[in-house]
């Protein structure tokens, strides 16, 4: 089992830099593809970036260019960056993993944090 318990999440202005942090327990992440989801009030969940095992990242097309996924497996912690944050990042984001290799569909990860609220004013 891991435990995976995200943070960094909070009320932020439109235009500012925003770091989420997911930190893992258990066992180490190093065999784990990590992935990043949310979902906004009355939408469903979606993907918003994941990393493989080997570091390989992925994109939803709505997010490229704006999100980026790192992991340090040392730390046992992943993260996800955002320059500048705009009112339709408003949602919970979570952070999830699998074995190894990224997919998009939520009900390919076993393991879940509760997720942290981000909300962007204008």
């Known amino acids: 089992q891991v435990l995976l318990v995200e943070s960094g999440g909070g009320l932020e202005q439109a235009g500012d830099p925003l770091r989420l942090s997911c930190a893992a327990s258990g066992r180490t992440i190093d065999d784990y593809a990590m992935a990043w989801f949310r979902q906004a009030p009355g939408k469903e969940r979606e993907f918003v970036a994941g990393?493989?095992?080997?570091?390989?990242?992925y994109f939803a097309d709505s997010m490229r260019g704006r999100f980026t996924i790192s992991r340090d497996n040392a730390k046992r912690t992943v993260y996800l960056q955002i320059v500048s944050l705009r009112p339709e990042d408003t949602a919970v984001y979570y952070c999830?993993?699998?074995?190894?290799?990224?997919?998009?569909?939520?009900?390919?990860?076993?393991?879940w944090g509760q997720g942290t609220q981000v909300t962007v004013s204008s």
């Open positions: 999830a993993a699998r074995n190894k290799f990224v997919t998009m569909k939520p009900d390919d990860y076993i393991y």
């Open positions: 990393i493989s095992h080997k570091s390989s990242t």
